[in-house]
């Protein structure tokens, strides 16, 4: 004896059609966790011909950030932010209204934008050597010691304080 199927090919599509529905709708939340984070706009001035700089650019952005490049150097954006001259270097940027000054490292940055602080921004003075943008292979693996510095204007806005923000030994 033989058994006939009594489900007609229509009606087998619409139980496979409302089968694949149900599967995307359980997958569809693992993959909106999967996706990217939307990157933090940064935007950056700095001297159009200077290589440790543009090496610092491609560490941000490999570190979740969109950078806006301005090849115009950044002395007068630094006095404009109002960092004195001896917090400076070869690159000053602007993200979500904080002030980052030189060759800061992106978890600094990350750290700086989760903890908030009533402060101008953040600052690696000079260009020491192992900081990012400074450690490429011309460098010989070479890491000097560095602080980034948390700068705050003072009580009387007419000079900054700094603090140690992190310590690289």
């Given at each position: 004896m033989r058994l006939e199927h009594t489900t007609s090919a229509p009606s087998r599509r619409a139980a496979l059609r409302r089968l694949a529905l149900a599967g995307m709708a359980l997958a569809a939340p693992s993959l909106r966790a999967a996706a990217p984070a939307a990157r933090i706009p940064v935007e950056v001035w700095k001297d159009p011909s200077c290589g440790c700089c543009q090496d610092w650019v491609v560490h941000m952005e490999q570190n979740g950030f969109a950078v806006t490049v301005r090849?115009?150097?950044n002395g007068a954006v630094r006095a404009k932010l109002g960092l004195p001259a001896r917090l400076g270097s070869c690159h000053t940027a602007v993200v979500e209204g904080y002030a980052v000054e030189g060759h800061v490292p992106a978890a600094d940055v990350h750290?700086?934008?989760?903890?908030?602080?009533?402060?101008?921004?953040?600052?690696?003075?000079?260009?020491?050597?192992?900081?990012?943008?400074?450690?490429?292979?011309?460098?010989?693996?070479?890491?000097?010691?560095?602080?980034?510095?948390?700068?705050?204007?003072?009580?009387?806005?007419?000079?900054?304080?700094?603090?140690?923000?992190?310590?690289?030994?």
């Amino acid at each position: 004896m033989r058994l006939e199927h009594t489900t007609s090919a229509p009606s087998r599509r619409a139980a496979l059609r409302r089968l694949a529905l149900a599967g995307m709708a359980l997958a569809a939340p693992s993959l909106r966790a999967a996706a990217p984070a939307a990157r933090i706009p940064v935007e950056v001035w700095k001297d159009p011909s200077c290589g440790c700089c543009q090496d610092w650019v491609v560490h941000m952005e490999q570190n979740g950030f969109a950078v806006t490049v301005r090849d115009t150097g950044n002395g007068a954006v630094r006095a404009k932010l109002g960092l004195p001259a001896r917090l400076g270097s070869c690159h000053t940027a602007v993200v979500e209204g904080y002030a980052v000054e030189g060759h800061v490292p992106a978890a600094d940055v990350h750290k700086l934008l989760r903890q908030k602080p009533k402060a101008l921004g953040i600052a690696v003075p000079g260009m020491p050597v192992g900081s990012p943008g400074m450690d490429g292979p011309a460098y010989g693996g070479r890491k000097d010691p560095y602080d980034v510095l948390l700068v705050t204007k003072n009580l009387m806005n007419s000079d900054v304080t700094t603090q140690t923000f992190t310590s690289y030994r």
